[in-house]
């Protein structure tokens, strides 16, 4: 199979299978050729290991995965690129394409499944943009038995969710990513080696999982949820956003601030994760008091 970068190579495969690209699904496919073989290398692809990907699109990443991974499972929504991936993957033994919504599959029965005679599992993928964030989160938030998770995203979304949680670019995103894992840029990637081409840049991130996160928060739930209310509207004084939503009273917000010795008209864009984590213990004994 000719170089799955190469645009004539593309042209004539998506000709043959009577491919169009699909604005709902995202697709872009890569053309530039140092690309997948980089992110690849850095991903964790290596002898003995196995690699889970989301979004194959004709194979060109899988096919450098596969050069060095002991086994690759793609996971696959389109049905239309099936009978692609079959062709060019052909001569890729270690490969198995899953046709399904990573968001609905059992991703702890794919890794248990095929994975199970490698010595480590490893995500790499070029993410649709549309579903960068849900994948993230869904991929962490599993706990999956993974080492690391390497995507391509949009690179605004790489320099948020790599961002140092406590600054203004950060983000719900960045403080659920740091939890689970450490988050860092790789490299960036031109709109042009894309075909065709998106109306924005994208960056290579990875994010390596952490065995234990090393911030107690005292309850994960709770944690997660005074995150997502700070946000909904972070442009607010803390003891506003946390009880605007009916997360908490006004009295106990200002008791668990009191606690966590953080001024009352503070922003939760301003926390690092050790101000958030005292916070969701201050919050958590708060809750348990109150029960």
Same mark, same amino acid.
């Given at each position: 199979m000719a170089a799955l970068s190469d645009i004539g190579t593309i042209k004539d495969i998506m000709q043959r299978h009577g491919f169009a690209f699909s604005k709902g699904l995202g697709q872009n496919f890569l053309i530039n050729p140092s690309v997948c073989p980089r992110m690849a290398e850095m991903g964790g692809a290596q002898d003995e290991w196995g690699v889970l990907e989301v979004g194959p699109g004709i194979g060109v990443l899988t096919a450098e995965l596969?050069? *060095?991974? !002991? !086994?690759?499972? $793609? #996971?696959?929504l389109d049905d239309r690129l099936l009978p692609v991936l079959a062709e060019t993957l052909a001569e890729y033994g270690n490969v198995e394409i899953v046709h399904g919504d990573v968001m609905k599959l059992d991703l702890h029965q794919i890794i248990a499944e095929k994975f199970s005679d490698c010595a480590g599992v490893t995500v790499c993928a070029n993410l649709p943009y549309y579903i960068t964030s849900p994948v993230i989160m869904s991929l962490l938030e599993n706990h999956l038995p993974v080492k690391a998770v390497t995507v391509m995203v949009q690179k605004e979304a790489a320099? *948020? #969710?790599? $961002?140092?949680?406590g600054s203004r670019e950060s983000g719900a995103l960045t403080v659920a990513v740091n939890y689970y894992s450490q988050p860092e840029i790789l490299f960036k990637v031109s709109r042009g080696s894309f075909m065709?081409?998106?109306?924005?840049?994208s960056a290579v #991130? *990875?994010?390596t999982v952490r065995e234990?996160?090393?911030f107690d928060v005292g309850d994960e739930k709770l944690f997660f949820g005074m995150i997502k209310a700070g946000f909904s509207q972070r442009r607010k004084t803390l003891s506003n956003s946390l009880t605007s939503g009916g997360f908490l009273s006004r009295s106990d917000a200002a008791s668990a601030l009191n606690a966590a010795e953080i001024p009352l008209n503070t *922003? #939760?864009?301003a926390l690092g994760m050790d101000e958030l984590a005292k916070l969701s213990r201050s919050i958590c004994n708060i809750k348990q008091t109150v029960i």
């Open positions: 596969a050069k *060095r991974a !002991k !086994k690759v499972v $793609a #996971i696959e320099e *948020r #969710i790599c $961002a140092a949680v065709p081409p998106p109306n924005v840049d #991130i *990875r994010m234990t996160p090393p *922003r #939760i864009e």
